[in-house]
Nanobody, 120 residues
């Protein structure tokens, strides 16, 4: 069984920083992509940042220059370093993995979500 475990959310001041982490564990054959999405209550989940197996990154325009996605292949961990946080960054952040488990069937997997609140 595949699991995605997020950590690092919480409360930050405007202009502050937070770092999210997500460990992907379980019986995994290959990971094709990792990423972070976020969702505000009542809105659709939106892409924040992704990183491919080859290390190519993609960011939402709203976070370019402020957020950095990175990964540690040895530990199947993906990070999201968030700088210069704004009120509008407040959301539940979800870790995402596009992977092939050993039992077969490439699919998308999601973490349980971690709350990020930017408030003064």
């Amino acid at each position: 069984q595949v699991q995605l475990a997020e950590s690092g959310g919480g409360l930050a001041l405007p202009g502050g920083s937070l770092r999210l982490s997500c460990v992907v564990s379980g019986s995994i054959f290959s990971i094709y992509g990792l990423g972070w999405y976020r969702q505000v209550s009542g809105n659709e989940r939106e892409l924040v940042a992704t990183v491919s197996r080859g290390g190519i990154t993609k960011y939402a325009d709203s976070v370019k220059g402020r957020f950095t996605i990175s990964k540690d292949v040895s530990s199947n961990t993906v990070y999201l370093q968030m700088e210069s946080l704004k009120f509008e960054d407040t959301a539940v952040y979800y870790c995402y993995a596009d992977l092939l488990p050993r039992r077969g069937g490439r699919d998308d997997y999601w973490g349980q979500g971690t709350q990020v609140t930017v408030s003064s």
